[in-house]
């Protein structure tokens, strides 16, 4: 799965993955429908026509949809299918975190549950056997996890930057446990599918990572609403100009309130400026 989304960002020419986050703020009146699941569905599928030709990935993230229940969860189940029918690979961020059997069960959302997804978001806080679980379904199948390491909110340095006995900072020693639990998994473009959330709206300590993690491929979210930008990714990407996958949402999929074009015109130019200035960055 690392391979393959490495080689669908060169063929593109975009590390770019886009967040499939809506709000019925987000959401124009005219694409509303009766049935929730229908609009959701219905707002996804016109973000994804617009920019499935132009990005490898989207990361629909799973609490926009269980905010609804039912409908909300078959709205993501069905934008899950309907991306991976356009050859996109699927992030799932449920940032997941449990132990035995319950992590074992989080685990199905990349095994054998009903979830048609490749990836998913972890939170590593209970410790390495909370993230076994899923790095077994990574050794068994095609399938990758993304660990936080150092996250783009700013409430991030509450924990992540606490030091410790070691002299190292929380988000360091979480840095070397992901890159311990990806050692195994290492396909042939260098990089592990075990990844490492890292934001982008932490510039100096994204640098301090990627020497650090040489062999781990970042999902950085923060760029665009939260303030990142091309120019703070410079030392994100590896010296071959991959290792990274940078995550923009509201930039693109609410883009047509500003751009006051249609959803898909507006999300597609919003994707091909982020292109531009990711490439100018790299």
């Given at each position: 799965m690392?391979d393959?989304l490495i ?22 009146d ?5 049935e929730?699941?229908d ?8 973000i994804?026509?617009?920019i499935?030709?132009?990005v490898?990935a989207?990361?629909?993230q ?12 078959q ?10 029918g ?11 975190s449990?132990?035995?059997?319950t992590a074992?069960?989080?685990?199905s959302?990349?095994?054998d ?7 998913v ?8 056997d ?6 077994d ?7 990758m ?72 491929f970042f999902?950085?979210?923060g ?15 590896g ?10 949402s509201?930039g693109?999929?609410?883009a047509?309130?500003?751009?006051k ?8 130019k ?9 490439q100018?960055?790299?």
């Amino acid at each position: 799965m690392i391979d393959k989304l490495i080689s669908r960002i060169k063929t593109l020419n975009a590390p770019i993955v886009v967040g499939l986050d809506p709000t019925l703020e987000m959401i124009p009146d005219e694409l509303k429908k009766s049935e929730i699941c229908d609009t959701l569905t219905g707002f996804n599928r016109e973000i994804i026509d617009a920019i499935y030709d132009l990005v490898p990935a989207v990361k629909p993230q799973i609490a926009m949809y269980e905010r609804f229940g039912l409908q909300g969860l078959q709205a993501y189940i069905d934008t899950c299918q309907y991306a991976k029918g356009k050859g996109l690979i699927v992030i799932a961020d449920v940032k997941r975190s449990d132990i035995a059997s319950t992590a074992v069960a989080y685990a199905s959302h990349i095994s054998d549950g009903p979830w048609p997804v490749d990836a998913v978001t972890l939170n590593p806080y209970l410790g390495g056997d909370s993230i076994t679980p899923f790095t077994d379904v990574c050794t068994e199948k095609e399938k990758m996890i993304f660990v936080l390491v150092k996250t783009s909110n700013k409430g991030s340095t509450d924990l992540q930057d606490l030091k410790l006995q070691s002299g190292l900072t929380v988000y360091e020693h979480m840095a070397d446990l992901v890159s311990e639990w990806g050692k195994g998994l290492i396909g042939t473009s260098g990089y592990s599918k075990v990844g490492a959330v890292v934001g982008a709206t932490f510039p100096e300590q994204g640098v301090a990572l990627r020497k650090r993690m040489p062999n781990t491929f970042f999902l950085v979210p923060g760029y665009g609403a939260q303030g990142g930008a091309g120019k703070d990714l410079r030392g994100f990407f590896g010296k071959d100009g991959l290792g990274c996958i940078v995550n923009s949402s509201r930039g693109i999929i609410a883009a047509w309130q500003n751009d006051k074009s249609n959803v898909g015109d507006a999300a597609r130019k919003a994707v091909i400026e982020m292109q531009k200035d990711l490439q100018e960055a790299i």
